[in-house]
C-alpha cells in the first residue's frame, strides 16, 4: 500500500496546528481512524493520536506497533506510545493526554462516544490535572475534503481504474444470471484492476428491485426488460472511489430509455453547477430542478453526492439545503460523486453516478464511462 | 433474507422490559443498528428505536419505510415514525422520546457520541420536558450474547456452509499464486455456498506475512514452504461465522508441522475449558498455558476468541483477565470462536479458529474442517 509523501503529512499537520491554535487548543485528541490515517499514514482498526504543539503522539497496542514504527521512519517528529500488553488503552490515553495537555485539550465529539469521555474525563478529574476538556466538530474533516496533490493522483489512478472494471464488467450482465451472481463478476473485476478491496456491498438490483435505492444484490435472475442498477466501488491506498451504471437487458423500451436520458440530464446539470465557491446544495438543487421538470421531483428520495476520500462518505455533502446543517462552499480539489436517480416503487428505478473533481474551470469528471449503455 | 419468528422478537422485547423495570427506565432510546436489527429484524444504515412500557417507536427516513412496514406485519404493537422529507432525524427522535417517556430514559452510552448526547439533551432542555437523559451499557448487548433457537439455528446452518467452502477453497491455494488472488477465490466461493456477503476482509497471508495477526491480502505470491494463514467468514440472515485454517505450501517441514500441532492442542486445551458458569476468561488462560507451556506465549499476541452474531466481534469477550474489564460467566446458548495463534516475526506465523456453542454438556463445534491440513 502506497501512501502520501512526508512532506503532504507535514503540511497536514501544519495546517491542523494552524486550525487548533485559531480554536485556542493546545492539543487535540484523534480518535477517529479514518482521521487518523490521514494525518499519520498508518491504517489501524485500534488507535489514537494526539496532535500538540511539540509533536505527534501515535499511540498503538503491540499488533501495530511495527507498521507504526514504518511510518515513523517517513515521520520522525512522530513519537509511539506502545499500550502494554496487559494495560488498557483508555489509560495509556489518558496518561498521553495528561503529558502533553495543560490547557485546553481538545477531542472529536462526533467520533467520541458518552462513555469514552466519560471515562477519560474521570481519569482527568482523578490525577488532579488541570487539562480541560473540548469538544471540536470536523477540524480534521474539512481538511480532508479538499485533497492534496498525492491525493489527486490516487483518486485520478483509481477512478480511472473503476472505469476500466465498469466498461469490462458491464456487458457482461446478462439475461438469466441471478443478481448475486453479477455482483460476484464485478468484485473479482475490482481486484482483478487492482483495487485493494470493494468500496461497500455491490448493489445489483433488477427489475422492480432497482426502484429500491439501499437495495443490494438478491436471488432475482435478471429478465429480458428489467432495468438493473449496478452500483460499486473500490478502494486503492485507503482511497475510495464510486460509479454507478443502470442498463436494461435487451433493448429498452421507449419509457426506460426516456427514464435514462431524464436522469442523465440531471447529472449534467449538477455537473454544470459545480464552481469554486458556489454552495455544494446548489449542485443537488440543480439536479432536483432537472428532475421536477421531468414530473420525477417525488421519485428523487435522496441527495445527489458526497465526498470521496479515505471514506466511502465524507464531506462535501451534495444534498438538500437543510435548515439544521451547514452547507459547503465548493473548493479546488473537492472529490465527489454525482449520482441523481428516480425510483418508480413497484416498476422500476435508475441511478447514473461519476466522480468529479472541482476545479479552477468548474469541475472534472474522473470517471470515465458512457452514461448510456 | 430471513428474520426470526415474531415469537422470538415478542421473547427479546420481554427481556429487555424486565432489564428496563430493573434498572428503574421507562424507556431506552436504542441507537445500535445491530441491536435495532435485534430488536426489529430491520437492518438499516440509519434507524433509531425508541423502547417503552407500551410499545416499540421505529424511527427511519423515506428510504427504509417499505422495509419497516414488511416487519410491522410480523410485529403489530411496534409503531413506524416517519422522517418527513425536508425533516431532521434528530429532531423526530427527540420529539418521540419526549411522547414516550416523562420519566428516566436510558440511552447507549457506549453508542451515542458526545455531540449527538449534547444535541438531543438541549432539545429536551429546550423543550422544557421533565425527561431525564441516564446512560446505559450493554442491555441489549448482553441479551444478544445468549443466542435464541432461530438465531442458533441461523448460525449452525452458517457455520456448515463455512465449512464446506473452506474444504472446497483450501486445496485450492498453491505455489505461485498471489496472495490476493486466493482471498478473491474464497470470496467467491462464500458466494457460491450462500453466504450475503464475507464477514470482513479475508486475510491471506503468506510466508512472513503470516507472522502479522492483522495482515490482509496483498501481492506475495504463495512459495514453496510457506506457512499461510487464511481466515475468512461470511455473513448469512445477518449472522457472522468465521474459521481460519493455516496451511504449508507443499509438505510442512518439521519446524512448520511443530507449530501447527501446538496451535492445534491450545485451541483442544480451550474447547476443554468451556462449561456453563465458567469464566470467559478461564477459557483464554487455558489456550494462553498450552502455548506457554510450548515456549510460545510472547508470540501469542491476541485473545483466543470473541463472540458471533450479529457482529462479527461481539460478547463474550473471550480473552485476558483484565482488571478493567468485566469478566463474563459463560451461559448455554453463547456462540464464539477459539482462534489461538503463535506468531514469529519475520519468519511465519499460524492460526487456527473454529467456532463453538455453549451446551449443558460443555460445549459443541459448528464448524467442522480438520484442524490439520
Known amino acids: 500500500m502506497r501512501v502520501a509523501p512526508p512532506d503532504n503529512h507535514l503540511a497536514r499537520h501544519a495546517r491542523l496546528r494552524a486550525e487548533l491554535s485559531a480554536a485556542s487548543l493546545d492539543t487535540l485528541l484523534v480518535t477517529s481512524l479514518p482521521n487518523i490515517a490521514y494525518l499519520t499514514g ?88 488541570t487539562t480541560h476538556l473540548e469538544g471540536t466538530q470536523g477540524l480534521v474533516e474539512r481538511l480532508r475534503a479538499v485533497k492534496d496533490d498525492w491525493e489527486l493522483a490516487t483518486l485520478k ?36 484492476v487492482g483495487f485493494d478491496k470493494p468500496a461497500f456491498d455491490t448493489i445489483v438490483a433488477a427489475g422492480p428491485n432497482s426502484a429500491v435505492p439501499h437495495y443490494r444484490a438478491g436471488g432475482r435472475r435478471l429478465s429480458e426488460g ?54 455544494a446544495t446548489a449542485v443537488d438543487a440543480a439536479a432536483r430542478r432537472a428532475l421536477e421538470g421531468a414530473g420525477l421531483g417525488d421519485a428523487f428520495s435522496h441527495g445527489t453526492g458526497h465526498g470521496l476520500g479515505l471514506e ?12 439544521d446543517l451547514a ?11 454525482l449520482e441523481p436517480g428516480a425510483y418508480l416503487a413497484g416498476w422500476g428505478g435508475a441511478r447514473i453516478e461519476d466522480d468529479v473533481v472541482v476545479t479552477s474551470g468548474g469541475a472534472e469528471w474522473l470517471t470515465d464511462v458512457p452514461r448510456l449503455l
Chains 1, 2 share one sequence.
Not at 464488467?169 to 439475461?175: F, H, N, S, V
Not at 435487451?250 to 446539470?269: C, F, N, Y
Not at 466511502?312 to 435548515?323: F, M, T
Open 42 to 129: 498508518l491504517f489501524a482498526s485500534t488507535a489514537a493520536l494526539i496532535v500538540g504543539s511539540n509533536g505527534l503522539h501515535l499511540i498503538v497496542d503491540g499488533r501495530y506497533l511495527g507498521s507504526a514504527q514504518l511510518r515513523q521512519r517517513d515521520l520522525p517528529g512522530m513519537q509511539i506510545v506502545l499500550v502494554p500488553p496487559a494495560g488498557s488503552f483508555e489509560e495509556t490515553v489518558a496518561g498521553e493526554l495528561l503529558a502533553a495537555s495543560n490547557g485546553r485539550a481538545g477531542f472529536e465529539a462526533d467520533h467520541l462516544t458518552v462513555r469514552q469521555h466519560q471515562d477519560l474525563a474521570g481519569r482527568l478529574a482523578r490525577s488532579g490535572a
Open 157 to 192: 489512478d483509481a477512478a480511472t481504474r473503476l472505469s476500466d472494471a465498469a466498461k469490462c464488467i458491464i456487458p457482461k450482465a446478462l439475461a438469466g444470471m441471478a443478481e448475486r451472481e453479477v455482483a460476484g463478476i464485478i468484485e473479482a473485476q475490482l481486484r482483478r
Open 327 to 337: 452547507d459547503e462552499a465548493l473548493q479546488a480539489g473537492m472529490v465527489f460523486t
Open 226 to 279: 428489467d432495468l438493473v442498477v449496478m452500483d460499486f466501488g473500490g478502494m486503492l491506498d485507503g482511497y475510495a472511489v464510486d460509479l454507478t451504471r443502470t442498463i436494461t437487458v435487451g433493448r429498452p423500451r421507449e419509457r426506460e430509455r426516456q427514464l435514462l436520458e431524464q436522469v442523465a440530464a440531471a447529472q449534467a446539470a449538477a455537473f454544470a453547477a459545480i464552481g469554486i465557491g458556489k454552495a
Open 312 to 323: 466511502i462518505h465524507e464531506r462535501p455533502r451534495v444534498g438538500r439545503w437543510r435548515a
